[in-house]
């Protein structure tokens, strides 16, 4: 019997396993599907058919497309050129530093980018500083989160896009609590000497054991950013580092190469500034990322939405497509794997309507729409594909050693037998989901996907009524698989 067949025929749930899911779906929004990977027999079903705004468990898509166009092996490449000449330990010309649309670039493989220019003994530019974005254009905010953060960021998951964008689009800002109680607390901007930032510090010092309270948010006025910093933190301890998105990514990394280059004893006797598709002329130093493979084991477990959403940049610079990129573009490679995975994992469902939305491989937009039925069709086709699966599987987390406190709550079987991906949204209204792997207890594997929605008329959900709800039944089923 074909595969395509094999599915055709899945069989009905044997008996019922999501009780506590089943009992929510009366006052939410719940698609759940629990199989078996060898025979695609069904555990257990709701709604499964059902779309929902998802969350993260998009990143499961980005991650998908990304292996399957670039391969597990794959590198970006972020380059200093120059048109210039070099003389003596002087560059003559421009400094270009074009990007390569590394997810993970970040301050160490700067420095490392820059002492390639030490190592061909250039001391100084007699040129401006330029940051080449052009692999990606200058890519618009298209959801709330993202837009709200030009002006206003407390947080660092609504970083903006770019391909030359550094440390995630975010500013690190370390705290020190100074040496006796009262005194004022120390701010430090990381890397040392980076400017472009004001900084307006209330924090305080308070005494030994006290509960360390902080509050940071960025603004953007007049074409100045301002850290304001509010609250109170223990003498002894720290510091106490804090990220929050940047206003313009490829603007910042220019201020960051800036700062790392002087600390680097390179002057720079022009200005910095940002432009699409330079005079790039010859290579003069590069630094590669860490594989493909290694970067989504970071990108799942912390859920970094700027990972995911530049990786899905890159599918369509990739394959071509006009600049300046947007995210609802970009992803329309997300939506062919969907189809595609939906097609050869449950083809009687394929093609029954206008198939899953995907308008961002982070999850951050709300009008992302998958059924549990397109992401378990998704971790099908991906088991089934050999030399993708092993970086595809490690890189979703096991809650014994994720990071995140939703996945540590549960028995041992939860722990350890399962690999899954969460996604959570608090507005318009609440989003839980999580999809993933389970171990069978003969050896073999499973899928999983459950998406909880509030409703218009009842939007806020609670985390017993939906993580509580989807482990609970997650644990029912591994005992008796």
């Known amino acids: 019997m074909t595969f395509a067949a094999l599915a055709f025929s899945a069989a009905a749930p044997a008996a019922p396993y999501l009780d506590s899911l089943r009992e929510l779906s009366q006052r939410a929004d719940v698609t759940a599907l629990v199989i078996r990977l060898d025979d695609m027999s069904v555990i257990d079903a709701i709604n499964p058919d059902q779309r929902l705004t998802p969350a993260s468990v998009s990143k499961l898509y980005a991650a998908g497309a ?29 400094l270009v530093f074009v990007g390569g649309g590394d997810p993970s670039l970040d301050n160490p493989q700067l420095w490392s980018l820059i002492n390639g ?19 990606f254009g200058s890519v618009p905010c298209l959801t709330k989160d993202r837009c709200d953060a030009q002006r ?86 720290g510091p106490y580092e804090v990220h929050r998105a940047v206003t313009g990514p490829a603007g910042d990394t220019a201020r960051v190469l800036l700062a790392m280059l002087q600390d680097m004893g390179i002057s720079v006797s022009g200005t910095a500034r940002v432009q699409s598709n330079a005079n790039q002329g010859n290579t003069l130093a590069a630094v590669e990322s860490d594989t493909l493979a290694e970067q989504l084991i970071p990108l799942m477990a ?38 595609r995975a939906l097609r050869e994992n449950f083809p009687s469902q394929a ?38 699966f092993p970086a595809f599987y490690g890189s979703i987390p096991v809650p014994l050693s994720a990071p995140s406190r939703t996945l540590k709550q549960g028995n041992f079987d939860w722990l350890t037998r399962i690999n899954a991906k969460t996604g959570t949204l608090s507005e318009p209204v609440t989003v839980r989901a999580l999809a993933g792997y389970f171990r069978l207890q003969s050896g073999g594997y499973g899928a999983f996907a459950f998406v909880i929605n509030g409703t218009r008329s009842r939007p806020s959900l609670s985390y017993r009524q939906t993580v509580t709800a989807y482990q609970t039944d997650m644990e029912s089923i591994l005992a008796d698989y």
Do not use: C
């Open 66 to 94: 990304a292996l399957e166009q670039f391969g597990p092996g794959h590198r970006f490449t972020s380059r200093f050129t120059s048109a210039g000449s070099v003389s003596g330990n002087t560059l003559n010309g421009d």
């Open 117 to 135: 220019l030490r190592e061909r003994g250039i001391t100084h530019v007699n040129g401006n500083l330029v940051v080449d974005d052009g692999l």
């Open 351 to 388: 093609g029954n309507d206008n198939g899953a939305v995907i308008e961002s491989g982070s999850g951050l937009a709300v009008s992302n729409k998958l059924s549990a039925r397109d992401l378990v069709a998704l971790l099908s086709y991906m088991y089934r594909q050999p030399s993708l």
């Open 152 to 237: 206003v960021a407390s947080h660092a998951y609504s970083a903006p896009l770019s391909s030359a964008g550094v440390n995630f689009a975010t500013i690190q800002t370390n705290v020190y609590p100074g040496e006796r109680s009262g005194d004022p607390a120390r701010v430090a901007l990381y890397p040392l000497g980076l400017s472009g930032y004001s900084i307006d510090n209330t924090v305080t010092t308070g005494l030994p054991h006290t509960r360390p309270s902080l509050s940071v948010w960025r603004t953007y006025d007049g074409g100045r950013s301002t850290l304001h910093l509010r609250g109170s933190l223990p003498m002894g301890t």
């Open 302 to 339: 912390y859920s970094n939405n700027y990972m995911a959403d530049t990786l899905t940049l890159n599918l369509a610079a990739d394959s071509g497509y006009n600049r300046p990129l947007t995210l609802p573009l970009a992803s329309q490679a997300l939506e062919a794997l969907a189809d």
